[in-house]
């Protein structure tokens, strides 16, 4: 599946709008951002029409991100709740201010992220004219002084959200909600099941959409970017994103698959792509696999030379001709997109990206991260 899904995803296939988009409010949650909420404010007030408009939630803020978002020309709400912390809360508090005068279309940006020239207006239209939830191109930018196990981790996100992304709509799975540069039709957003504590909360307000039958699409010409954490800030984010989205996928997995059985196709490639692990932990799982039937052929007494595909070495076989061909995939689409981030160089840094990643799937098994934690904006 993950072969199948970079394949479909390398070329591109635009959207192409049609006529002006409607009136739309670019809701940003915000959690102690006074270091960057102005720029992301200016950033995206460049994008606005005199008919658009820009909602801040200054969500539980001990700093003067109210303040300067405020003086950047954006309308301000602020939430004071210790107990129901996070972003899902914020987005409700927010939905809540705009129900008196709603606009066609609420694009969600986070507080760290910038829009890139015309990814508003093209998000806006997207949603109204198809129906459907959009959601943007999601990037993380890499600094030149960047670590290379930040760059491996950059590179891991763009094949996440941009070309299984765009593999996932190909093969009519429909497409994974992110975080920022989601565009809403407000018929959608209005009824939306928003409040979450969960760890994932974009990942699973998508799939409760999916399954109460609306459609989520992807726009890879609708970009948002934001600056990579440092390596230290890096696995932190990656803990919370891991243990999340791996909890979220046993949770929803079932319920996908009986939906998809149902009828409902899409969900079960849906289901599919939920299936594959983090690229750190699906090869993990692989070369685990990949010992115990190698050692189980040889105590078979199963050589590679005497036996034919029906025998004990069957398996192994499958699992490295399934694993090479993931592995030459993904080598094609380091070449096509990858190597500005990650340098050829700096590829031997692969196998101690796996073992950096190896903490957080033993804290997954020993003691998971249930609380929400900001991550930090350091580069």
């Known amino acids: 599946m993950l072969a199948l899904e970079c394949l479909a995803g390398v070329a591109r296939a635009p959207w192409r709008p049609h006529g002006a988009p409607p009136p739309f409010v670019a809701l940003i ?24 408009r820009m909602l801040v939630v200054a969500d539980n803020c001990r700093d003067d991100t109210a303040a300067l978002a405020r003086a950047g020309g954006a309308q301000v709400v602020e939430r ?32 760290d992220c910038r829009p890139e020239p015309g990814a508003l207006a093209r998000l806006a239209a997207h949603a109204d004219q198809s129906g459907a939830v959009v959601q943007g191109c999601y990037l993380l930018t890499t ?67 999916r399954l109460r039958g609306c459609a989520v699409r992807f726009d890879s010409h609708a970009c948002f970017t934001s600056h990579a954490s440092a390596q230290t800030a890096t696995q932190g984010q990656r803990t919370r994103w891991e243990h999340g989205s791996i909890l979220t996928a046993l949770h929803y997995w079932p319920r996908l698959m009986r939906a998809g059985l149902s009828g409902r196709a899409g969900l079960l490639v849906l289901a599919a792509d939920l299936a594959i692990p983090p690229l750190a932990l699906l090869a993990a799982i692989a070369i685990v696999c990949g010992a115990v039937l190698l050692v189980a052929a040889v105590l078979t007494g199963a050589g590679l030379g005497r036996s034919g595909l029906g025998g004990p070495v069957a398996p192994l076989l499958v699992l490295v001709a399934a694993g090479t061909g993931a592995l030459t995939v993904l080598a094609g689409v380091w070449l096509a997109l990858g190597r500005g981030i990650l340098p050829g160089a700096m590829a031997l840094q692969l196998p101690r990206y796996l073992f950096w990643k190896l903490p957080i799937y033993r804290r997954l098994a020993r003691a998971r991260q249930s609380a929400w934690v900001r991550t930090s904006r350091e580069p």
């Not at 094949?159 to 497409?175: H, P, S």
């Open 29 to 52: 949650p915000a959690h102690d951002e006074a270091a960057g909420i102005a720029a992301v404010v200016a950033a995206i007030a460049a994008q606005l029409r005199p008919c658009d």
């Open 80 to 111: 004071h709740d210790a107990t129901r912390r996070g972003k899902a809360y914020a987005l409700a508090f927010g939905r809540a201010a705009l129900r008196a005068d709603a606009p066609s279309v609420v694009i969600i940006v986070d507080a």
């Open 143 to 209: 600094a030149p002084a960047a670590a290379p196990l930040v760059r491996v981790s950059n590179l891991a996100f763009l094949i996440k959200n941009l070309v299984r992304q765009r593999g996932l709509q190909r093969l009519g799975g429909g497409a994974l909600l992110q975080g920022t540069g989601m565009a809403f039709p407000w018929a959608i957003f209005a009824a939306a099941p928003l409040e979450t504590a969960s760890l994932v909360e974009d990942l699973q307000l998508g799939l409760d959409l």
